[in-house]
């Protein structure tokens, strides 16, 4: 190799995708939601994108800087169906 190809490398002919692309199995309808049974209350799990667990005594944890991103959103909270869950329900966490 020459001084010229070493200070001007080449790319592959063809670069791999930064992302595969989605099979079959990757593609959802939300108009169609999948079914989660209800469950009571207590016994419902919190899921919080990036949420650590185990840790003890608590659901999970989160770590700060997702805290200081969100500040002032708030973070995303999932909760799925629970038994006699009603409209206008008010869950509050800590």
Do not use: K, W
């Not at 079959?24 to 799990?45: G, M, N, R």
């Amino acid at each position: 190799m020459d001084q010229e190809q070493l200070s001007n490398p080449r790319l592959p002919a063809v670069c791999p995708p930064l992302h595969p692309e989605p099979g079959s199995d990757d593609i959802f309808d939300l108009a169609t939601p999948e079914y989660h049974a209800p469950v009571p209350f207590s016994e419902l799990p919190l899921y919080i994108p990036g949420m650590t667990t185990p840790v003890v005594g608590f659901d999970g944890g989160i770590n700060l800087a997702a805290l200081d991103n969100h500040r002032d959103e708030g973070l995303l909270c999932i909760l799925l169906p629970y038994l006699d869950m009603t409209q206008l329900d008010f869950i509050e966490l800590f």
